[in-house]
């Protein structure tokens, strides 16, 4: 008889009886059937779960080797939630890492001896796992990280702050992410497979802005929990798995790095021509898994267009709903993922628009310089990079609405500086009385 | 020779294309589906059309060469080594060509031969060596091999071409996809229409495959010999002694 682990929160005393006469007994039913089938034709129930709830719902879905977990708020949950699908047997091996550096390290050493990995961090933590992170692509390793933005900066808090996705978009792993509890579970089980496509082999990040997603409860619609994936098929990917049992193994990819010469600078440079290549070709897989890398909700004769991510893009449903009401015709795209960038679909999508508000959860706004790099010379459409906040703070439906009125009316803003307005003609009196004032 | 009716530029053709190119996925250039090849770029739906061209490439273009990487080298199981024999198939149809074998990823210092080995970290030194102006790659891992195609592709003159058993390569000037053992004896098959369309005919004793000079010494001398005539059997380090690495040298490499 397995040891019981630990008991779920919420699950019943007599849930506990059944898991001890034997805990692995539901995992060990559960039938492997296709991406296509779990993704498109499985039926569906709803529930109404936290974002914690529905990342740990995916993974019991995911046919999950192994899962590195280190508590940093909010992912805490997430982990310890995955910590009890190991106790119920749907999770193969878990264990609690030393701090970011050596579950990241843990991660890339899973991946590369060829099993499915999961783990999920959250800002600071993000951070001080950065090096790895950055690394994983180059090294061609599939795996699903999560991350639940918050604050990164000092002082230090725990709120809500997506800054830390402007640090992952770099790095050549693909970024989803994730406006709520559905894109949880969906992202989340969907990187699985693309990043395991032998075209892609590269790591998948699944983004969310913590508390908001992973403390909140949504509905969540969800494939029969009797099913889950096939599992990883290592001898696929684009570079070997590590085979010690066999020569050549090696423990690294063998890149000369160490040499100061133009051989070694033109074998990493076209390394990393390489892994942004696979990023491109997971293009598809997206489109075919997930519906595509943007969703676009009123946006034929729009005038203005909202282009969020993340929780703004639930704000900025709200704000186009109130627009309405007004008579404004206003649009949202929602881009569900950053990296590779859905730059085609924007430029097909925001040609005609007049106004283009790009709200968020940071200081620096890198989705507005995003989409402003996308469409610059594809739209006329004054760009407003605003409004933004930041350090946990919420973001007030108003704030986006004042934006959207104020740029189809020419109203100034008191919530955006001139210096995030781009595109469209600008006031050079604006500006000067902008330069003035700071 | 026009095949297809496509009459957009050829995008990825024989270099040296720069200093450092952008790469074919940056320059929009999309992997094939099933059935489909790419020709110098484009999408071409019919992958027989790509094959055609891979044999008249191979056929014309002079020291042409075929790459075998680990997946097909290194006799790992049964499979490996009938998809290694159809490939020696492909080779029997080439007069002249010579086989010069990617045996692993590792770079190669203080310097390579590129008589006896290629390297994905600097794979130009063996085309410029060899001064080869139409290879085949087949059997290295796709990461690796889309390294070489764009190193290639940046600074020699070699028309390269992948036969691939998984997407296909964009940097690949010609490319076909789902590569198995079945697949690689059609492509013998078409190779050999082709070089009797074309009136090429192989020599009488059967040994169309030219030595590099380093093979030359290691066979005793001899400058050619006959593809058919090898046998790869399955049987990990023994089977690798085959092909020049003993157990020791792997050792020592290890």
């Known amino acids: ?438 | 020779m026009a095949t297809t009716q496509d009459t957009r530029e050829h995008i990825i053709v024989p270099g040296p294309a720069g200093f450092h190119p952008p790469s074919a996925a940056q320059m929009g250039v999309a992997l094939p589906d099933p059935g489909q090849g790419l020709y110098y770029g484009l999408l071409e739906p019919n992958e027989e059309v790509v094959i055609e061209e891979m044999a008249r490439k191979m056929l014309t273009s002079p020291n042409a060469t075929i790459f075998p990487g680990p997946l097909l080298l290194w006799a790992w199981n049964d499979h490996a080594v009938e998809k290694a024999k159809a490939t020696l198939e492909i080779a029997a149809q080439i007069p002249e060509v010579m086989i010069i074998p990617m045996p692993d990823y590792r770079p190669k210092y203080p310097k390579i031969d590129p008589e006896e080995v290629i390297n994905p970290n600097h794979p130009n030194l063996t085309i410029w060596g060899n001064k080869i102006e139409a290879a085949i790659f087949i059997g290295v891992h796709c990461h690796y091999a889309n390294l070489t195609l764009k190193m290639i592709r940046a600074g020699t003159n070699c028309c390269t071409m992948a036969i691939c058993a998984e997407q296909g390569h964009e940097d690949a000037m010609l490319t076909i996809r789902d590569s198995d053992t079945e697949k690689l004896k059609r492509v013998a098959q078409i190779f050999k229409r082709v070089r009797e369309e074309m009136g090429i005919k192989l020599p009488e004793n059967g040994e169309n495959v030219r030595f590099t000079g380093t093979q030359s010494k290691v066979h005793g001398g001899q400058t050619h010999t006959n593809p058919m005539a090898f046998a790869p059997v399955p049987g990990g380090a023994g089977s690798a002694a085959m092909f020049g690495h003993s157990a020791d040298q792997m050792k020592r490499e290890g």
């Open chain 1, 1 to 438: 008889m397995s040891e019981v682990k630990t008991t779920p929160p919420g699950e019943t005393a007599a849930a506990v009886v059944t898991q001890k006469q034997d805990p692995h007994e539901a995992a060990k039913t559960q039938k492997v059937v296709t991406p296509e089938y779990m993704f498109l034709e499985a039926p569906r129930t709803k529930e109404f779960i936290t974002g914690s709830e529905a990342a740990k719902e995916a993974i019991r879905r995911s046919n999950v080797d192994l899962a590195v977990a280190y508590p940093i708020t909010p992912q805490s949950e997430t982990m310890q939630l995955v910590g009890v699908l190991y106790g119920e047997g749907y999770v193969k091996e878990y264990y609690r890492g030393e701090e970011e550096v050596g579950v990241m390290a843990a991660i890339a050493g899973g991946s590369r001896a060829g099993v499915r990995c999961y783990t999920a961090t959250a800002g600071p933590g993000t951070l001080r796992g950065l090096e790895g992170i950055a690394s994983w692509p180059g090294h061609r390793l599939p795996a699903v990280a999560m991350f639940t933005c918050r604050v990164v900066n000092a002082p230090l808090a725990i709120q809500p702050d997506n800054i830390e996705v402007a640090y992952l978009l770099n790095c050549g792993m693909i970024v989803f992410h994730a406006e709520n509890q559905q894109d949880m579970f969906d992202f989340t089980m969907a990187g699985f497979i693309i990043s395991e496509k032998n075209d892609v082999t590269l790591p998948v990040g699944v983004c969310c802005d913590g508390f908001f997603v992973t403390h909140a409860r949504g509905y969540v619609r969800m494939q029969d929990r009797g099913i889950k994936l096939p599992p990883r098929e290592p001898w696929r990917g684009a570079v070997p798995v590590l085979d010690a049992e066999n020569p050549p193994a090696r423990l690294s990819r063998d890149a000369p790095v160490q040499k100061s010469n133009f051989m070694a600078y033109n074998i990493h440079a076209v390394w990393q021509q390489e892994v942004w290549a696979a990023v491109e070709r997971s293009r598809k897989y997206i489109n075919k898994y997930m519906g595509g890398l943007l969703t676009a909700e009123n946006v034929e004769g729009a005038d203005a267009i909202i282009v969020a991510s993340g929780s703004a893009a639930a704000q900025s449903r709200e704000a186009v709903r109130l627009c309405k009401e007004k008579g404004l015709k206003v649009g949202l795209i929602k881009v569900r993922s950053l990296r590779p960038f859905p730059t085609q679909e924007l430029r097909a999508l925001c040609g005609n628009a007049k106004l283009i508000v790009v709200p968020e959860f940071n200081y620096v706004g890198w989705l507005a310089k995003e989409v402003a790099t996308a469409i610059y010379g594809y739209s006329k459409a004054k760009i407003i990079g605003g409004p933004r906040v930041y350090g946990g703070q919420s973001m007030p439906v108003e704030l986006i609405l004042d934006e959207i009125e104020s740029g189809l009316t020419g109203k100034k803003s008191t919530n955006v500086a001139m210096s995030q307005v781009m595109g469209g003609s600008v006031n050079p009196d604006d500006v000067a009385q902008f330069m003035r004032s700071i």
